[in-house]
């Protein structure tokens, strides 16, 4: 089962440099979600990590498809940009990854050639105070009967991911352990009870 780390927009790129590599041997990849900074700066951001031997193949982009391909990185799609299958068109070598929040939208992502899902939000999480939980009946139906991998986001504690696991789920996302000050810290109670 992996781990997705995903950034908050909340730190500068020094902050977010060292923070992606204090917990990069912990997490399985990283999804950039740092919507109020530039192309420049997560240019910069990327150039310094892999400079500094952080594995390139740990970084997905977040909603930016032209930047993605141009860093030869992954891209995680959401409902408000690009759809997939103009993103297929587009940037028919790039890998991407889409947000779903229904089966329906499942099926569609995975027509248009996604490479994974992210779906959610499962638990109830203080990111999304208002919306009620999806739950995991759902996340179960797709992750048994999808052939890519589909992982879970929203509220995840480590306690979760053996039932998680159990149901087929490939992996988890997690947001909020990667704000803590002892970010390093929560990671390893997540990567404990993974590996339960």
């Known amino acids: 089962m992996k781990l997705i780390g995903i950034t908050d927009d909340r730190h500068s790129v020094d902050e977010l440099l060292l923070k992606l590599q204090q917990t990069e041997p912990y997490i399985n990849a990283f999804i950039l979600r740092e919507k109020s900074k530039s192309d420049e700066q997560l240019e910069t951001l990327i150039f310094r990590l892999t400079a500094s031997g952080f594995p390139p193949d740990k970084l997905i982009m977040h909603a930016r498809p032209s930047l993605a391909e141009s860093l030869s990185i992954p891209c995680q799609l ?4 690009m759809s997939a299958n103009d993103v297929r068109a587009a ?4 890998k991407f990854g889409c947000s779903v929040h229904s089966l329906e939208e499942a099926r569609k992502a995975q027509g248009a050639g996604a490479n994974w899902l992210l779906y959610g939000h499962i638990y109830p999480t203080a990111s999304k105070k208002d919306l009620t ?9 797709i992750a048994a009967s999808f052939s ?24 988890a996302a997690i947001l909020s352990p990667l704000s803590n000050l002892d970010a390093v810290d929560t990671v390893k109670m997540y990567v404990h009870a993974r590996d339960l």
């Open 133 to 141: 939980p999806r739950g995991t009946d759902e996340l179960f139906e």
């Open 78 to 81: 959401t409902g408000f940009g």
């Open 91 to 94: 940037f028919p070598s790039l």
């Open 148 to 171: 890519v991998p589909v992982y879970a986001i929203g509220g995840i504690q480590p306690v979760h991911l053996p039932f998680l696991r159990e149901h087929r789920v490939s992996g």
